[in-house]
């Protein structure tokens, strides 16, 4: 392993020319002279505080040199000299004296220095509180479900011999097994059980490595499941993002795409994230579903049917960090001297919006199987690489690309008048107080609220829809604030991710109607303007009010002349919702039915079929003068030849 040494002189230029170094550095050795404690306090009060000026996060070694010099009448242990600063300056990971002159300790700095690199202390350990730290934690639970094959909770003598053979490449003799289950249990009784070693021993095990020093053990075994250095699935495992045509995803030329196969091309993770907001077409996989569902009953500890918040979050304590990470609470702490434990619970990613009330619940907060393969099917719509991610740190150890299928383009769903998707996206236009919202709530089985909130936001509702023939489908609802409407539709391929558009307008209020009818235009000349039309359906909600004066007649004209289906009454109110939401994923499934047509757009076609006669005709006749002229000059050839 090469080691550039860097001399500080003085001077400004040099200065700069030590703070890039620093930066550079994978770590860093201070050192002192033992025999001029002066030295020391310049550590503490210039170089330490300068390397975090400098944000140069990287392992630091302080080595005491000249401890030949040291007066022997005033022996100081290096822990007692040390032991301040090291409090203070967490970074510093080893502390060691040598003398170059009595080659006392050379090596071991050398040693410890590349220890540091290789084997750093700082991702695994928290010096402060003498824990594991939670990312650690996580990565190490995975690991221990990965190779708890029978997921009984601990593993056996013969799954902790797979797991020595994969990390270490040789088996552990029957002695050498029962002599760690002896050492876990004789300092932790919940770490061994009559099944095998439990997740509470295997991560004491590993805090007893990281104390002993043996480092080198936890990183080798987080480096075999294909953990990098920041304790992160390494880039080669997990694909990042899609490349899809515009009504798939927007399609973004990328210079490090690394692998294409037929409409997918994959790229390098932790690229700058392509934009995953607008036009998605991936869907999770039969197998990828079948998975989920096995995760669903493993984790449904009650086997109630559903399961409880604490229950998600257990399933996401394996997955990359969010921005929501806690300690239990009450905090679950394992005691043993001279280690301790702290459990962490990682928010699962459905804590926050869109997905925290996009989905139906029960009175605990738990999700039934539909529920929780809706949020599945919402985070892949919304964020596929995001849904791969996850999929693979709770366990799935299928090909990446195995769990995702990428459907056909909506444009070509529509000519060939038949759709293969399993989950459909609606946009909900309306006006204010129109019952979107309330529309929203009654999919996701809640009760009618007369309170009303204006929606600022957009909101989404995900279930799944029983088909007649026994048949499921995930309908995605995505409600579009009224004063959002502009902004969607300024983006050219806005429609493109939408397989049908309903417009809700209250019943009893004209004004609501004409709005409704105002934005159903829009959307529907941005369509024709863009290639991306969309089937439309009206809904005509609030429908235990009367009706507003000549609402049959208008309603009747605007759906005729624009070829879709006269509007859908509803009482959300009443719990009369006729069948609406199995009547959007009908239109949704005949994708080439329920375009509207806009006066201008039919224009435009009409237009477009006078052009289109006009060169029939004139090909027509151009083809019957070739012809012509054909024939002429063969018989032109044969008078002349007779005469």
């Not at 004789?186 to 991560?203: A, I, Q």
């Not at 929780?372 to 985070?379: K, V």
């Not at 005949?590 to 201008?600: D, G, N, V, Y």
């Amino acid at each position: 392993m090469p080691i550039e040494h860097v001399k500080r002189l003085s001077g400004v230029e040099d200065d700069d020319k030590v703070a890039e170094e620093l930066k550079r550095a994978d770590a860093v050795v201070f050192t002192y002279a033992c025999d001029e404690p002066t030295t020391l306090d310049r550590l503490s009060t210039f170089w330490l505080p300068k390397l975090r000026k400098l944000e140069v996060k990287v392992p630091v070694i302080v080595v005491g040199c000249k401890l030949d010099l040291r007066d022997e009448n005033q022996q100081v242990s290096l822990e007692q000299v040390m032991s301040p600063i090291m409090q203070q300056f967490r970074e510093i990971e080893t502390c060691i004296e040598c003398s170059a002159l009595k080659q006392i300790q050379i090596p071991e700095v050398f040693y410890y220095a590349q220890k540091a690199v290789l084997h750093p202390t700082g991702p695994l350990f928290d010096q402060e509180t003498q824990t594991l730290k939670p990312r650690c934690v996580r990565a190490l639970k995975r690991i221990f479900i990965l190779c708890d094959h029978d997921r009984d909770g601990a593993l056996s003598d013969a799954e902790l011999n797979d797991f020595q053979v994969k990390c270490f490449n040789a088996p552990l003799q029957p002695s050498e097994i029962v002599g760690v289950k002896r050492v876990v249990a004789e300092k932790l009784s919940e770490g061994v059980n009559e099944r095998g070693l439990t997740l509470t021993g295997f991560l004491f095990l590993h805090a007893l490595f990281i104390e002993k020093g043996r480092l080198e053990t936890t990183w080798t075994v987080l480096r075999k499941f294909g953990y990098n250095n920041d304790i992160r699935l390494s880039e080669d495992l997990i694909p990042a993002s899609f490349k899809r045509a515009p009504d798939q995803l927007k399609a973004i030329s990328h210079p490090d795409s690394i692998m294409c196969m037929d409409n997918i091309t994959i790229y390098k993770p932790y690229l700058p994230p392509i934009p995953v907001e607008i036009l998605k077409s991936v869907e999770l996989s039969n197998e990828a579903i079948e998975y989920l569902r096995g995760i669903f009953e493993l984790f449904d500890c009650n086997a109630e049917g559903a399961l409880r918040p604490r229950e998600i979050d257990d399933i996401f304590s394996t997955a990359a960090e969010s921005d929501a990470l806690w300690l239990t609470k009450p905090p679950l702490k394992i005691v043993y001297s001279p280690l301790d434990v702290w459990y962490t619970s990682l928010a699962s990613p459905w804590d926050k919006a869109p997905y925290l009330d996009a989905v139906e619940r029960n009175a605990f907060g738990g999700l039934s199987l539909d529920g929780f393969l809706s949020e599945w099917a919402l985070m892949t719509l919304l964020d596929p690489a995001w849904s791969m991610e996850n999929l693979i740190y709770i366990g799935y150890t299928g090909d990446p690309l195995s769990g995702f299928r990428l459907t056909r383009r909506r444009r070509v769903d529509r000519k060939k008048q038949q759709t293969d998707r399993n989950v459909f996206q609606c946009f909900v236009f309306g006006p204010k107080k129109a019952g979107k919202s309330a529309l929203l709530s009654s999919f996701l089985g809640r009760n009618f609220a007369d309170n009303y909130t204006s929606t600022t936001e957009e909101l989404y509702a995900v279930n799944v829809v029983d088909q007649p023939g026994g048949t499921k489908k995930t309908l995605v609802l995505r409600e579009i604030p009224e004063d959002g409407v502009c902004k969607l539709l300024s983006d050219k391929e806005s429609l493109a991710a939408c397989d049908v558009a309903v417009f809700v307008h209250d019943s009893s209020n004209a004004f609501s109607w004409e709005r409704a009818t105002e934005l159903l235009i829009e959307v529907a000349s941005h369509g024709e303007d863009t290639g991306f039309e969309v089937p439309c359906l009206i809904v005509a909600a609030k429908d235990d009010r009367d009706s507003f004066p000549q609402a049959i007649q208008e309603s009747t004209r605007v759906s005729q002349d624009m070829g879709i289906e006269a509007p859908i009454p509803i009482s959300v109110k009443l719990g009369d919702l006729n069948n609406v939401f199995r009547r959007i994923v009908s239109v949704a499934e005949h994708p080439h039915l329920s375009i509207p047509e806009t006066e201008a757009g039919r224009s435009r076609k009409q237009y477009h079929r006078l052009i289109n006669r006009s060169l029939v005709f004139f090909s027509v006749g151009a083809a019957v003068a070739i012809v012509g002229l054909a024939a002429y000059r063969v018989y032109a050839a044969r008078k002349n030849a007779s005469s």
